[in-house]
Structures are given as C-alpha cells and as structure tokens.
C-alpha cells in the first residue's frame, strides 16, 4: 500500500508564509503527477498546483505568484511553498500522487490525510 503524509501545516498572519511538505511511503513502481489541494469546510476540493515528472507546474489563478509547487523524487516529497498568505488561503490542503504500483498497473491517485492552514491575526 501506498501512504502519503502532510506536514508544515499551522497558523500563520497574512503576509506570512509556510512551506507544505508530503512525503510516500509504501511499495510502488513509480510516481508521476503530484498535486496539492485545499478544502474549505463545507466546500468542494479545488486544485491548488500541480507538477509534472518533467517539472512542468500549473497553478490555480488565486495562487498564481504566491504559490510554489516543487519535488524531490530522491525524497518522494512534493512541496508548497507559500508566501503572502491572505485569510481566504485558510483551508485544509491535501497533497495527491499519480502512482503506478508495477510497470504492467494502471496509475491511481493517493491522497494524503491533509494539514490545516490558518491565516488569521
């Protein structure tokens, strides 16, 4: 099986920042697509960013600027890097990876449980 961990969560003032870390663990063939999301109570889940086996990254307009997505395959982690953090970032963000258990299986997303980040004086 295979298991992702968020960490780097917490409270923070707007114009702070904090950085976002998940890391796998587990038995697997590769991982391709990672991807962070975030959840506002009662809301739906939206994409944050997103970053390719090649590095190509996609963010969400909001963030645009902010935000920074990045990997470390070495590590199987992917990052957030968040700056200039406004109230309306306060959400619970969840971090997915585009796993592929052997080279003959189909890729599955994991999540991990998500980290809560509050951005409030």
């Known amino acids: 099986q295979v298991q992702l961990v968020e960490s780097g969560g917490g409270k923070v003032q707007p114009g702070g920042s904090l950085r976002l870390s998940c890391v796998a663990s587990g038995s697997y063939y590769s991982i391709e697509d990672m991807r962070w999301y975030r959840q506002i109570l009662g809301k739906q889940r939206d994409l944050v960013a997103s970053i390719t086996t090649l590095g190509t990254t996609t963010y969400a307009d909001s963030v645009k600027g902010r935000f920074a997505i990045s990997r470390d395959d070495a590590k199987k982690t992917v990052y957030l890097q968040m700056s200039s953090l406004k109230s309306e970032d306060t959400a619970k963000y969840y971090c997915?990876?585009?796993?592929?258990?052997?080279?003959?299986?189909?890729?599955?997303?994991?999540w991990g449980q998500g980290t809560q980040v509050t951005v409030s004086s």
């Open positions: 997915t990876m585009d796993v592929r258990r052997s080279l003959s299986a189909p890729l599955n997303a994991y």
